[in-house]
């Protein structure tokens, strides 16, 4: 699968999201780097790109695009790491979901009349409220 969103004589730029990872362009990045011809290699993480200059005169453009995107399949298609989040950031995605469901049902419960369950939801969806403020108290008092 080509990950090339351009290519002309001397450069060549690839994209994808998994190089917003620090492993994998670091990787990337030694192996293009190790490529013949190769003369710089540069990587984004923000953007998730690698943009690789070579010289052109030794190679044409056909084979080093090849050659780039052969290890990039390499690369890419090493199995993933277990990603598993902090507890901190699980706390927070059940935060999340937990003001999504009661907001909408205390919205629902007020439309229907039903006052005491409608209180009752919406002091369980300021209690996750409140969860989701603690998890980012950090970035709330700067």
């Known amino acids: 699968m080509t990950r090339i969103v351009a290519s002309i004589p001397g450069r060549i730029r690839l994209r994808d999201p998994a190089l917003r990872q620090p492993a994998h362009l670091e990787r990337l ?17 923000g953007a998730g790109s690698i943009v690789l200059r070579y010289d052109a005169a030794r190679v044409p453009v056909e084979a080093m695009e090849a050659a780039v995107d052969q290890a990039a399949d390499a690369e890419f298609a090493r199995p993933r790491s277990a990603y598993k989040p902090s507890t901190r950031v699980r706390l927070n995605r059940y935060a999340k979901r937990g003001m999504l469901v009661t907001l909408g049902a205390s919205l629902a419960l007020a439309a229907v009349g039903q006052k005491r369950w409608h209180a009752l939801t919406g002091g369980a969806f300021v209690a996750c409220l409140a969860i989701h403020l603690a998890v980012h108290r950090r ?4």
Do not use: C, D, Q, T
């Open 29 to 45: 990045l030694s192996s293009l780097g190790a490529l013949p011809a190769a003369l710089a290699v540069e990587g984004n993480l």
């Open 139 to 142: 970035n709330l008092v700067r």
